[in-house]
């Protein structure tokens, strides 16, 4: 018997002109997809030009210059089509998708898809709705008392998987995708009787405990920043005023 961990898999990974998803903006996207564990990936990738100055920061992070996004990048309204339909058809398809901080990417996909085309990322998904494995979740959940942080870098140190090129959208969503795999064959015993369907219902339950832990943390240290517990997309602002 062929466990999903074992199995299709899809992954999503953004890189962005910043961490603030109500007005940053993505500069390139990728999505990696897998029909067999340590198959070889199919791999789709975006080139963004934004609009807007790229910060200095965030060129340092990813490496993406303003001169090398107007050069080569697309229009926004376009790529934010495609990349919807993209994930819509692995949605339909039955690939469960790996979405490293998923409220992160999903939710700047999402207002990008408001901002340029009028639309939401719920309206690509009417008919397929996602089913979302995040690593960051699923490992803070089943090794819950282990210290340190939980980057993607961390977790493909912990977990024993190879990430070349940190910060490349295509090399962050390939290194998720076998994150997922390694913490599912880790704790298998507590994860091979669940659907991915049924660990994404669980996984928002998860996150919203511990966005809870966390603001409980920031209370204590008093630290005014909200933590958000939605997962696996935050609602948008005026529908959640």
Known sequence: MTHWYEGPLAAFDTETTGVDVEEDRIVSAALVVQDTAGGRPR??????????????AATEVHGLTDDHLRRNGRWPAPVM?????????????????????APFDLTILDRELRRHRASSLGRYLETAPLCVLDPRVLDKHLDRYRKGRRTLTDLCAQYGVQLDGAHDAAADAAAALDVVRAVARRFASRLERLS???????????????????QAWFARNGTPEAVDPAWPLRPELRTAA
């Open 43 to 56: 791999i789709t990738r975006w080139l963004v030009n934004p609009g807007i100055p790229v910060p200095a």
């Open 81 to 101: 089509e495609e990349v919807a339909r993209a994930l819509a058809e692995q949605c339909a398809a039955g690939r469960p998708l790996v979405v490293m901080n």
């Open 196 to 214: 991915p369907a049924e660990l994404h219902t669980l996984q928002a339950v998860w996150h919203a405990a511990q966005a809870r832990g966390l």
